[in-house]
């Protein structure tokens, strides 16, 4: 079977991109170990009408029953489940993304703090030198924000900062979070049809 995608959602701004990579890696048949920061808790009550519990089982429960997922196809993990996989190199999923990625998260990846399960999966797929993709939400950029997405990039993680194109003439909000979303899937080499390629 094929390995699965860790996801994690932190409390940055821009739940929606989040969200829907996880809808769109759910319908793609990709296996997901989600992981959800408490201040993204927060978050995805301010910016979103879903009212995903906070206990992992029955946000797993919720969140499967929400996007018509398999039974067993979504899996959450708590902050301090350090019993999860994505915990160990041996359990490594094949990539992880963080999106939306907060200020904080970056740096506590950075410098590979592992104070929660959300750092402690990052800095094991940086470590087994899998794809790691963060998605920063955060503007203007400090320089401590640069300092940290350039250490971080020049040991291979991926730093796409939600910024969507208007090549494609997007006519509503969906238009701009699938293009973003788009360019995370084509980094994980997931088929999707949320726009068309330049020059399509």
Not at 21 to 31: H, I
Not at 42 to 64: G, H, S, Y
Not at 78 to 103: E, H, I, L, N, Y
């Amino acid at each position: 079977m094929p390995k699965p995608v860790a996801l994690a959602l932190t409390g940055a701004s821009g739940m929606p991109y989040g969200l829907r990579l996880l809808e769109c890696l759910l319908a793609a048949g990709e296996k997901v170990q989600l992981m959800i920061s408490p201040p993204a808790q927060i978050v995805i009550a301010m910016e979103t009408d879903l009212k995903v519990p906070a206990p992992a089982r029955d946000a797993a429960r919720f969140l499967t029953a929400h996007y018509g997922a398999r039974e067993g196809q979504l899996e959450v993990y708590s902050k301090d489940q350090w019993t999860a996989p994505v915990a160990s190199g041996s359990g490594a999923p094949r990539a992880m993304v963080v999106c939306p990625c907060t200020g904080g998260t970056l740096a506590a990846i950075a410098s590979g703090t592992s104070d929660s399960l959300l750092e402690r999966a990052a800095d094991v797929v940086i470590k087994e030198q899998r794809k790691l993709i963060l998605v920063p939400r955060e503007m203007p950029l400090s320089a401590i924000h640069l300092e940290h997405m350039l250490k971080l990039a020049r040991l291979g993680v991926v730093i796409m900062p939600a910024c969507p194109g208007f090549y494609h003439r997007p006519t509503d909000i969906n238009g701009l979070i699938d293009f973003v979303v788009a360019r995370v899937l084509d980094h994980l080499d997931v088929e999707h049809t949320l726009l068309p390629r330049w020059g399509e």
